[in-house]
């Protein structure tokens, strides 16, 4: 299927123009795939929520990812980061106009696959977690992944490894990520959930993951040490070289701090920890895709979680540019 990317609003890209102070607004270049180039970062986005609303959950997230723009556009590159050392090129958002959600997964998944075979690294900003899959499809298509070559970690409340047989919805993803990709490229030895909220998940499904091998690290198991249990999350699917992928689910934050998400809980995560395993993910020299999802904008207060999530994006940028 052929993808059509809606190009980037100029006026998202933020600038004082003042050459003391640059932001990223001006650092991040507005362009083509067809301009990616090897360890190029390539934003994506991925305006659509209809998996959530399949889900039963709450509309919104398809306004995600300019909202993020327009938080991340803002930021400085920091103290640190070396932008001689790295790219950022945004592609703009793919056109979902007249698609079913069907088809946006398979424009997503060409999308991430082109991306991927110029030896970018996808960098998706949505948009329901049903979205994952054709990243993560994506991903293996572009970089010609063989069986147990791909590595997963899912940070989020929910374990989302509901069946498909009635369709595809943002509780999918895992599940046809475990089933489905070409080749087997996942297994489920290299596949973690982290944390993870007992209370909003079935215990059939928790079987289900660990029935094909995959771990889960709950928020309780998590709390008290979360950097040591990401590292160790990272070493179980970083093991026989595979690529590896992050997808970060808003709603794994608390709701003082991430009001906007379709399932927004009390509990979960700080939001400096989620900015501290983005930057321990851009490290990784085997993270080759990250995706960020379920940011609802109508949902949000004060901008706090796309603000969130820009800053993630920050934190991933920042270790990338130390690797």
């Known amino acids: 299927m052929k993808y059509i990317l809606d190009k980037t609003d100029r006026d998202l890209f933020y600038s004082r123009n003042d050459p003391k102070d640059r932001r990223l607004g001006e650092l991040v270049h507005r362009g083509k795939i067809s301009s990616v180039r090897n360890s190029d970062v390539v934003i994506i986005g991925i305006p659509e929520d209809r998996g959530i609303l399949a889900n039963k959950g709450r509309g919104g997230a398809a306004k995600g990812p300019d909202d993020i723009r327009r938080r991340l556009y803002k930021l400085t590159p920091g103290f640190n980061m070396d932008f001689d050392r790295i790219k950022v090129i945004d592609v703009g958002n793919i056109s979902t106009k007249g698609l079913t959600l069907e088809?946006?997964?398979?424009?997503?998944?060409?999308?991430?696959?082109?991306?991927?075979?110029?030896?970018?690294?996808?960098?998706?900003?949505?948009?329901?977690?049903?979205?994952?899959?054709?990243?993560?499809a994506g991903l293996v298509q572009g970089a010609g992944l063989g069986k147990d070559s791909l590595g997963l970690i899912n940070v989020d409340a929910h374990l989302d490894v509901r069946t498909d047989e009635n369709g595809i919805n943002s509780g999918t993803s895992f599940y046809r990520a475990l089933t489905q990709l070409k080749d087997k490229a996942l297994l489920g030895s290299a596949f973690v959930e982290f944390g993870i909220q007992e209370l909003y998940n079935s215990p059939y499904y928790y079987n289900w993951v660990k029935k094909q091998g995959g771990s889960v690290f709950t928020l309780k198991e998590v709390s008290e040490r979360v950097m040591e249990s990401f590292i160790q999350a990272l070493s179980i699917v970083s093991k026989k070289g595979r690529t590896v992928a992050l997808s970060l689910d808003i709603d794994s934050v608390r709701s003082t701090e991430a009001p906007g998400a379709s399932a927004s809980n009390p509990s979960g995560l700080k939001a400096p920890e989620l900015d501290k395993i983005a930057y321990l993910a851009g490290r990784s020299s085997q993270i080759k895709y990250l995706d960020i999802m379920e940011v609802s904008p109508p949902l949000d207060q004060d901008h706090r979680t796309a603000s969130l999530a820009a800053s993630s994006i920050f934190w991933f940028l920042r270790g990338l540019s130390e690797r």
């Open 103 to 136: 088809e946006v997964h398979l424009a997503l998944q060409e999308t991430v696959a082109d991306s991927v075979s110029r030896g970018g690294i996808p960098l998706v900003i949505g948009g329901g977690h049903d979205l994952t899959y054709p990243g993560l």
